[in-house]
């Protein structure tokens, strides 16, 4: 019996014969890195495609929406052309500051149903915009033209103007909130009924 043994273990292995490996896997680190590239990349995808232009069409639905002065009931008030003007400036804006570029979004390595996808966030980028102009600016009269010259008049200078993002968000920001405050507290406190407005008490 011993000497059987030993003849076994003395026997060659015939190159023909099939043999089996066993694989040892020494990819998990790779298939982690993997993983959490397909994560973040599907959280920029949701971001860009998802969230943002909801984001943008809910600025552009409310920007729209105002209160009628008889019932109270909720009105939609179009935008003007030169909301659409101002409108585009704007993104032009961001397009010259460096926020947007153009071969990020439009480039021939991207497949068309990308294209279309980015087509569509600008889209809306561009009509949360309009509606942002067409919430600030007011509906007639004389206090339109003086809050639309002001409008076009920092546009104009901030697009011949060398400055970086931050310049750019600060002077909107300013602009913005400037035109709010004259829309919604001083006009409207000027136009009010008697007896409701604090700033013609004060005059």
């Given at each position: ?15 023909d014969e099939d043999t089996v490996e066993v694989p040892v ?179």
């Amino acid at each position: 019996m011993a000497k059987l043994k030993e003849r076994e273990l003395e026997t060659p292995v015939s190159p023909d014969e099939d043999t089996v490996e066993v694989p040892v896997s020494n990819d998990l680190p790779a298939i982690r890195e993997d993983f959490a590239a397909m994560q973040l990349a599907r959280g920029r995808a949701l971001r860009t495609y998802v969230y943002l232009p909801l984001i943008f069409l809910t600025v552009a639905l409310l920007g729209g929406l105002r209160l009628s002065g008889t019932d109270g009931s909720l009105i939609f008030v179009r935008p003007a052309l030169i909301c659409l003007i101002f409108a585009a400036i704007l993104v032009l804006l961001f397009f010259r500051a460096g926020m947007l570029r153009l071969e990020g979004w439009f480039s021939e390595q991207m497949t068309g149903t990308q294209t279309v996808a980015n087509g569509l966030v600008l889209a809306s980028l561009f009509a949360a915009a309009t509606q942002i102009f067409n919430s600030l600016i007011p509906e007639q009269g004389l206090p339109f033209w003086i809050i639309s010259f002001c409008f076009l008049w920092v546009l104009w200078n901030n697009l011949f103007a060398e400055f970086d993002p931050k310049r750019l968000l600060k002077s909107l920001g300013a602009m913005f909130g400037l035109a709010f405050v004259t829309k919604y507290m001083v006009l409207a406190n000027l136009t009010a009924p008697g007896g409701r407005s604090w700033l013609r008490s004060l005059i």
